[in-house]
């Protein structure tokens, strides 16, 4: 059912005046007042000085995505705010904190519904020495959710640590200014909320993955710089040195993804993370890790696309690439997380089928995961098999490529005396000599393909949630990143007196055809959702005759998010709110 | 000590049962000799040596070697071995291919590598010309070279210099050996795997097939007297007089050397710590 005690705020405001800080300490006080959060960021092109507003949504429960509409929006500014006018949909008791003072909002904001309220932001600011506007504004946000002065020193103890004492108290003091400006004696709109009292974590999409990553055995990173993916690597480079590991900057996206090969030839568990244009470089080197049997993983963090696309904003369009790519018949796997905490189990496991399986693994997360931000339980350690089977030992000749009942052939790792192989790129036999005869390209093929269609995945290749009922009026099956949205809105269907199954598929290649057919069983009504314009997943699943031909699709581009009234729209065509 | 390494190993143990695919005549075959001579000399477990190369005529050398190897993609040799040098630093990793794997589709590379200074060595066979795609120019062919039907005209453009771009770029060691003489290349090659950091060695290695006045190069090459020099400056000079013909090391200066920085110390569960509220 829906989880009500949840608020929608953003912050606006043009380059340097602080809203991405704004939003970080409030996500953090929030934290520290006991509740669960998610800010997702949206910014303009520049690299410095731009726009950029923070979408926060803060509830006594765990999020995972954002709502409909905005309740609260704090405009710093009003320059450029036209660019995200569209991202912030408000409501007819929608608020817009702002002060008259920083100018006339733009026509797109006054012609909606929403109430304004007033205030000095400015003014207030320049009563504090070395006071900013955002802080006058999140001290009025604070005050509004009842946060109290304690709570905000310790959230900027933390957010502002690296800053210094004077940054620190003139902020603190600007927030407490701030609190000061709302009325004493309003009901904080937290007022009804549970506190929870359990341990939870601050952590990004991007730094979930680059968790999984380590907890996956990975101790080998190259990478090119790349809008959303930079902040991952820049995550693991100093936190794999501390557990004995190394992150390489390379020349380009060529560069990193040999990089790993060759480093994983040496037996160490290797990873590469970008975004949808490194992805286009590194498809001849997945081909490689495919052919040679050269266990990698490639986190793709997807952007706008095709092209340079929209660098800073979120869209599910590789699915086709992440799919089809590498030429030639090269079978690979393909996953997605289902979410920031997902990204954690997601990438781990997809490093550790890597290993298992000696092929190259594709994780397709997004801008909407990578770049966002959550307060969530933490993530528990899952115990999962990891190891890359070598060969030791070796008595007599040594075929790299051997066939055995799994397909799957022990690894000499270079160091091991008598192991000597080249692994190749070129179609070999079973001892790794180059080949290019029918037999032997046959029986590689079906070995590469086998090793990955025999393996049984188990439960983890989806996330379903089902209601009681024997035989769902609706099923709503999706991937990746809005499966938090799709949820949102089955709670809703259900609200509605709909029995609703959805299906969150985290394995994308290869699908469990199988498991995917009971999950949809009986299905009255089957929509496919994605963040696509060309409705990627629904045509893979039609090719794979896993959906029925009456299924519908649900397929929207970017850089706007889905939000869980659409899916409600969608399945009953009634207009939401 | 492994087993392997407990018997004195001759150069021809080094050697695979696979057969070249290379022409007869095809200077590749010396540098094979070249590259398991040294290794005999220098007693190297076969274990401890990987053998890695692009795509090319010159990079099906690893398979001929018995050491570990890797054939990859072509143009990204250089990356290949980075990897796995960084991860296995006690291994003898060699990188080897030809003129376009190394300076046209891997140029980039090539550069980055001599700069970031990992501790490898680089055996480029130049022989001018594109060969497994049967004698199209590649980037170190003279500007008026018409023999390929893809540039009748020749290319019109001048020839890439590998030592001098090596050089601008910050590489250490370079070196030019001529399949023409497998001992100073096989004592090159030692030389080089014996520095710490990126090293070259251009080989000047004739095409039969396709470059046949490529014959005349023995007749060419000479061993040069004034080197190996010390100075940036002079070997920038010294390779711009130089008619690409003179062998021997010819650029030798200590850079420092690419290793990665651990802490260690640290456990995943320390690091789960800062997520904690």
């Not at chain 1, 480093?263 to 495919?290: C, K, Q, W």
């Not at chain 1, 890359?388 to 075929?399: F, N, P």
């Not at chain 1, 270079?414 to 692994?423: I, K």
């Not at chain 1, 994308?508 to 299905?523: F, I, R």
Request: hydrophobic share 40%.
């Amino acid at each position: 059912m829906t989880q009500h005690n949840n608020i929608s705020i953003a912050i606006t405001g043009s380059g340097g005046s602080g809203a991405v800080t704004a939003g970080l300490i409030l996500l953090e006080a929030m934290a520290q007042a006991g509740f669960y959060g998610l800010m997702q960021r949206s910014a303009g092109p520049q690299i410095r000085g731009g726009e950029s507003a923070v979408m926060l949504r803060f509830a006594d429960h765990e999020l995972c995505g954002p709502a409909d509409v905005f309740d609260l929006w704090l405009a710093l500014d009003w320059l450029k705010v036209r660019r995200f006018v569209d991202e912030i949909p408000l409501h007819g008791g929608s608020q817009i904190i702002s002060d008259p003072m920083i100018g006339e909002p733009p026509a797109e904001v006054t012609g909606q519904q929403a109430a304004f309220i007033d205030l000095s932001l400015k003014q207030t600011a320049a009563t504090v020495e070395g006071g900013r506007v955002n802080m006058v504004g999140i001290g009025v946000l604070a005050a509004m959710l009842g946060l109290s002065v304690a709570t905000m020193h310790k959230a900027i103890q933390k957010t502002l640590s690296d800053k210094g004492k004077a940054v620190i108290s003139a902020s603190l003091a600007a927030i407490e200014a701030g609190m000061r400006l709302v009325p004493s004696g309003s009901v904080p709109l937290t007022a009804n909320w549970q506190v929870a009292t359990g341990e939870r974590w601050n952590i990004s999409g991007n730094e979930a993955c680059g968790l999984g990553a380590l907890r996956g055995g990975v101790r080998f990173v190259a990478a090119y710089p790349i809008t959303p993916a930079s902040d991952m690597l820049e995550w693991l480079a100093p936190n794999l040195e501390k557990i004995g590991g190394t992150l390489l900057q390379a020349e380009d996206e060529l560069a990193s993804i040999n990089m790993i090969v060759g480093a994983s030839f040496g037996g160490v568990a290797s990873l590469t993370a970008t975004s949808g244009p490194g992805l286009s470089l590194m498809l001849e080197g997945i081909g490689l890790a495919v052919a040679s049997e050269t266990p990698i993983t490639v986190v793709n963090v997807m952007r706008g696309g095709p092209s340079t696309g929209i660098p800073t904003k979120s869209e599910q369009a590789d699915l086709n690439q992440a799919l089809y790519g590498p030429h030639g018949d090269a079978p690979h796997l393909v996953l997605a997380p289902l979410g920031i905490s997902d990204a954690v189990f997601t990438t781990q496991w997809a490093v550790c089928l890597a290993e298992r399986l000696q092929t190259a693994t594709i994780v397709l997360s997004d801008q909407s995961i990578g770049q966002a931000r959550a307060i969530v339980s933490p993530v528990p350690e899952t115990d999962m098999l990891c190891t890359r089977q070598t060969a030791q030992d070796i008595d007599g000749e040594y075929r790299r490529y051997t066939l055995t009942p799994d397909g799957i052939s022990p690894m000499a790792i270079p160091g091991t005396p008598y192991g000597m192989y080249t692994a190749d790129g070129l179609e070999h036999n079973e001892k790794g000599t180059p080949s290019s005869m029918a037999a032997d390209h046959n029986v590689q093929l079906t070995k590469r393909s086998d090793k990955l269609l025999q393996t049984d995945y188990g439960e983890h290749w989806a996330e379903i949630a089902a209601d009681d009922e024997a035989v769902a009026d609706y099923l709503l099956l999706t991937w990746g990143s809005v499966s938090g949205v799709v949820s949102e809105g089955a709670g809703r269907l259900r609200d509605q007196g709909y029995s609703v199954t959805v299906v969150a598929v985290r394995l994308l290649m290869p699908l469990p055809l199988q498991q995917m057919k009971n999950a949809l069983s009986g299905a009255k009504k089957i929509l496919v959702v994605e963040h696509n314009y060309s409705a990627q997943f629904y045509h893979y699943l039609m090719s794979l005759g896993a959906i029925p031909q009456d299924a519908s699709s649900l397929a929207r581009p970017g850089p706007l998010p889905l939000r869980p009234g659409e899916i409600v729209t969608t399945m009953t065509g009634e207009q939401h709110e | 000590m492994s087993e392997s390494d407990a018997v004195l190993i001759k150069p021809k143990d080094y050697k695979t049962s696979v057969k070249p695919i290379w022409c007869p005549g095809c200077g590749d075959f010396a540098v094979l000799s070249a590259i398991t001579k040294a290794l005999a000399w220098m007693k190297l477990a076969k274990e401890e040596v990987a053998l890695i190369s692009g795509i090319g005529c010159s990079s099906r050398l690893p398979a001929y070697v018995d050491s570990y190897g890797f054939h990859g993609i072509h143009g990204r040799v250089l990356p290949l071995a980075a990897g796995l040098k960084v991860v296995r630093p006690e291994l003898t990793v060699i990188a080897a291919g030809g003129d376009g794997d190394g300076y046209s589709i891997g140029g980039n590379h090539f550069m980055h590598a001599c700069r970031r200074n990992i501790d490898m060595t680089y055996i480029v066979m130049d022989n001018r010309v594109y060969g497994m795609t049967k004698g199209q120019a590649s980037p170190t062919t003279a500007a008026d070279w018409d023999k390929s039907k893809l540039t009748p005209h020749g290319t019109g453009v001048p020839p890439f210099q590998p030592l001098s771009i090596a050089l601008a770029a910050g590489a250490g060691f370079i070196a030019r050996g001529f399949s023409g003489d497998p001992n100073q290349m096989s004592k090159l090659i030692v030389e080089a795997i014996e520095y710490p950091g990126f090293a070259l060695i251009e080989v000047l290695s004739p095409c039969p097939t396709f470059r046949p006045e490529q014959k005349e190069w023995k007749h060419q090459v000479r061993q040069a007297e004034d080197i190996p020099l010390h100075d940036p400056v002079q070997a920038a000079e010294w390779l711009a007089a130089d008619d690409g013909m003179s062998s021997g090391l010819i650029y030798h200066r200590a850079h420092p050397v690419w290793q990665a920085l651990h802490e260690v110390g640290s456990t995943l569960a320390d690091i789960e710590q800062e997520f904690r509220i």
